[in-house]
């Protein structure tokens, strides 16, 4: 999901220990489906390995699989059948069209994008709008929305960000970081999921951040608690200890293999 946005912008235990467990290691490409289907045991509505599977999804997507980790990714979140899924900024629908498949007809996802995005790249929506125009696609809606007022058709289980929040924290300011957060807790359900994915800064570091785009997952959550999420857990699925953090995530050394946060949040049930 590192395009155009980048470029302008210079029960609960049982699910916890079982993917957080899952997580450290890697698995091949072949192995994700197997993974879903023993997280999905006792629950037939959660559908991450027809999801993960279905012939729908571009060989491109495919191909990707393996860094991204989609089963691990999509059962510690708690993606399940009839959900409303907000993703925003989805850049070329990658997680999109997994939630498609996972949340099925009785479920919707709105692919959210951002008005300054679009006020710099006009055509930014064309590969969203042609994903939500296949007939395997048609319950998902694309938005353009200010990402300080989401303002949704209804309220949603879950909003999803996936390689972004560097983007508004650094490209933008912490401000209209939070401003998101803000945003996104008033979308949600009460109870509602609240996931973030990032490249991972050295902690406490300092400089051109922007230009790395990274960012220290203690930004993210200190921000996230101060617009009244609950942290809930992080994952490990996407971590490499061997990234040495001071490299540009489009470095050839290490595109695509970066060290990565996952990290969950609630909004409070009352």
């Known amino acids: 999901m590192m395009t155009a946005r980048c470029a302008a912008l210079s029960g609960a235990a049982f699910w916890s220990a079982a993917v957080l467990g899952l997580a450290a290691a890697a698995f091949p490409p072949a192995a994700h489906a197997r993974i879903a289907t023993t997280l999905s045991a006792g629950n037939p509505g959660l559908s991450i390995a027809q999801a993960i599977s279905n012939a729908d999804r571009p060989a491109a997507d495919q191909a990707r699989d393996a860094d991204r980790k989609p089963a691990a990714l999509l059962a510690f979140a708690g993606v399940r059948r009839g959900m409303a899924i907000a993703d925003v900024m989805p850049g070329q629908g990658y997680f999109t069209r997994l ?45 353009t929305r200010k990402l300080d007022a989401l303002a949704l058709p209804r309220k949603v289980d879950m909003v999803w960000t996936s390689q972004n929040y560097h983007d508004l924290y650094y490209g933008q300011s912490p401000d209209a970081a939070l401003a998101f957060d803000k945003a996104a807790f008033a979308a949600l359900k009460p109870g509602g999921i ?11 570091a300092t400089g051109d951040l922007a230009s790395l785009h990274r960012i220290d997952p203690a930004l993210i959550r200190q ?9 809930q857990a992080e994952s490990k699925a996407l971590a490499n200890p061997s990234d040495p953090h001071d490299k540009p995530v489009f470095d050839p ?12 949040f609630r909004k409070p049930a009352r």
């Open 223 to 231: 921000q996230a608690e101060a617009a009244g999420f609950v942290f």
């Open 253 to 264: 050394s290490i595109r695509g293999r970066t060290d990565q946060a996952i990290l969950k």
């Open 99 to 143: 939630f498609a498949n996972a949340v099925g007809p009785a479920g919707h996802v709105w692919a959210v994008e951002p008005s300054w995005l679009l006020e710099k790249h006009p055509g930014a929506l064309t590969p969203m709008n042609a994903l939500a125009q296949q007939p395997a696609f048609a319950n998902v809606s694309v938005v």
């Open 194 to 204: 609240f996931m973030v994915i990032d490249h991972v800064a050295t902690p406490g």
